[in-house]
């Protein structure tokens, strides 16, 4: 797996944004991520050709970089923004979350300001994760149950707390949701492929997301 990150203030952190011609501006900035391979140097227009009867959501990201005027292929871009909700606790919640879809990881993690998560999430709870697009007309949205709690090995560490879920294998939502304290972070692994494809354009800012035609 390779981990292909936003804000991320080194360039060669991000090796699909690093190949040659793209400094230059010869190769456009960008790479599109679905479960059936990965294009790299798409403009728009050409990305959007791969996802036949299906239409990009894109959100605008902000530029955290000095350099003026923005390079061809920074990855100094934020990272995108959402909603995490819990049924029980803030099922109508608009306080921003960084949302990462990240291809190195097959759980999911959260920080949150809603105070001690692993108390007050239970047992029939429903999780929603939303990334707000435009046009409004495209969802970026899914939500998965929570069944229990147990103590799994994640690493090398100690047991780690998590939360297990409902989910089956090769749906979206992840096997685990493993609270990390408090913040305002949600890394969805990478289970977000299995429903939506990620375009990321690093010479304007925007990432794009696409559901599988039906």
């Known amino acids: 797996m390779c981990g292909i990150g936003f804000g991320r203030p080194v360039l060669a952190s991000n090796p699909f ?8 501006g010869e190769m456009y900035p960008s790479f599109l991520l679905t479960t059936k391979g990965i294009w790299l140097g798409l403009t728009p227009e050409l990305a959007a ?16 970089g000095t350099e003026t005027p923005v390079p061809h292929n920074s990855s100094q871009w934020t990272t995108p923004k959402g909603y995490f909700r819990v049924s029980n606790i803030n099922p109508t919640d608009t306080t921003s979350y960084d949302i990462l879809m990240d291809t ?8 949150s300001p809603l105070g001690n998560l692993d108390s007050e999430i239970k047992a ?28 799994v090995k994640l ?5 780690s707390f998590v939360f297990t879920t409902d989910a089956e294998p090769g749906v979206i939502p ?26 990321f354009d690093a010479q304007v800012g ?9």
């Open 174 to 199: 992840p096997k685990y949701l493993v609270p990390r304290g408090a913040g305002n972070f949600v890394n969805t692994g990478f289970h977000l492929l299995n429903s939506y494809q990620l375009y």
């Open 124 to 151: 029939g709870s429903i999780i929603a994760i939303e990334v707000p697009v435009e046009p409004s007309t495209v969802k970026v949205c899914y939500s998965f149950g929570i069944t229990g709690s147990e103590s």
């Open 155 to 159: 690493g090398q560490g100690a047991d």
């Open 104 to 111: 190195g990881v097959d759980l999911a993690m959260v920080k």
């Open 206 to 214: 925007q990432v794009g997301y696409a559901a599988y035609p039906a």
């Open 17 to 24: 944004l690093s190949l040659i011609g793209m400094p230059t």
């Open 49 to 64: 050709k791969q996802l036949g009867s299906s239409v990009f959501g894109f959100q605008q990201l902000t530029y955290e």
